[in-house]
């Protein structure tokens, strides 16, 4: 932690912990990547890394564990928690609601008191260099990578810059010159509905096993489609117009858009959204409800739910636009391919599944709009 997380953990936390008689060790971070460097070697005896930090951090700590030669054993062991403290606490929002999710006391609370309860990784590998990196949140290219990564300079605005880049974006609104395929996705969106309505998962279901994991199986999962071809083993192309593509493992990406309102803990897919075009006036009128899940139901915003998926950039573009972002961070501007591995991560809860509000899907919102 640093800065603002800092002063919240000094002021806030640390007398709770203390009072709760809770063994921690405390480490303030002091460059980026630092909390990467701590968790490739963090001993395997602590129940938990806690984050007081934004979304970053706790990106840094899964992909610092996800280089360590035992980092399944890693994963099943350490839970990563967060407390929130940055722009973006998408992570706390998921699980503890829009109300307790910016607490950082509620937050602790989750930390000290909540359960296990896995959740779905993707490793995000790239075509031309196969470096690979691993991805707790979401994947985005096109406009949601723009207004992320092209909102750096605005984040004394908090998460309100997103929805500033968001309303740029869309009064150009114009194609990206991007490709995507995807294998064997489920596309029947009143059929998703009904079953996340009706088939609630576990937040435990196929989790990883109890029993410690053999050495040849203690690095992380090889993606499996990464060497399948285009048109074979159900890959197929989206082919309309993009405005921008969102692969997502948790609902809310932010305060202010639950993108992926039916993604549930450890499901074992991808949710990927590939927005077409759509009139300004329609992307306007989904600010104002995108943090109740209503974009899933405009028929341009096209929902997929999959193992596995590619974007490749498919023409020349200007400066701004050359962005892919997994959970906040900046990536080559190259193709990448993303594939789920069930259940790896690890944290704790107090409610065993993601907060989401609990009228989505039962208030009889009609699907509109596009084809």
């Not at 980026?32 to 970053?56: F, K, W």
């Not at 810059?161 to 991007?178: A, C, E, S, Y």
Request: charged share 25%; proline share 8%.
């Amino acid at each position: 932690m640093q800065g603002k997380g800092r002063a919240i953990f000094d002021k806030r936390l640390k007398p709770i912990l203390e009072a709760a008689h809770c063994a921690f060790d405390v480490v303030y971070t002091t460059h980026g990547g630092h909390a990467g460097e701590i968790c490739l070697t963090l001993p395997l005896t602590y129940d938990a890394v806690i984050t007081v930090s934004g979304d970053g951090t706790p990106y840094e700590v899964v992909n610092g564990f996800a280089k360590r030669l035992d980092a399944r054993t890693a994963f099943e062991k350490v839970a990563v928690v967060p407390i929130p403290a940055g722009s973006g606490n998408a992570f706390s929002l998921n699980l503890l609601g829009l109300v307790d999710g910016f607490d950082p006391v509620a937050s602790l609370l989750n930390a000290i008191k909540g359960t296990p309860m896995h959740l779905d990784l993707t490793s995000v590998t790239m075509l031309k260099s196969r470096e690979t990196v691993y991805s707790f949140l979401s994947q985005s290219g096109g406009l949601m990578a723009e207004l992320d990564l092209g909102t750096e300079n605005l984040r004394w605005m908090g998460d309100t810059r997103f929805v500033v880049g968001f309303l740029k974006g869309v009064i150009t609104n114009t194609p990206r010159q991007l490709r995507v395929l995807i294998k064997e996705p489920e596309t029947d969106k009143p059929k998703l509905l009904d079953e996340f309505l009706t088939k609630p998962l576990s937040p435990t279901a196929t989790p990883p096993a109890e029993t410690p994991y053999p050495e040849a199986q203690q690095r992380m999962p090889l993606p499996k489609y990464i060497d399948e071809t285009e048109g074979t083993n159900g890959w197929i192309e989206f082919d309309k117009p993009i405005l921008y593509t969102y692969g997502g493992l948790m609902p809310y990406v932010a305060r202010d858009l639950m993108d992926f309102p039916i993604k549930q803990p450890c499901d074992g897919f991808i949710h990927l959204v590939v927005q077409e075009i759509e009139t300004r006036a329609t992307m306007v009128k989904m600010i104002d409800v995108a943090p109740r899940g209503e974009p899933f139901y405009l028929n341009t915003h096209r929902y997929h739910k999959t193992r596995a998926y590619r974007i490749i950039p498919s023409g020349p573009t200007s400066k701004d636009r050359e962005c892919f972002s997994v959970d906040g961070e900046r990536i080559p501007y190259e193709g990448f391919h993303v594939e789920v591995h069930t259940g790896l991560l690890r944290t704790f809860s107090m409610h065993g599944k993601f907060i989401i509000p609990e009228t989505f899907g039962k208030d009889g919102l009609k699907f509109h709009g596009g084809d």
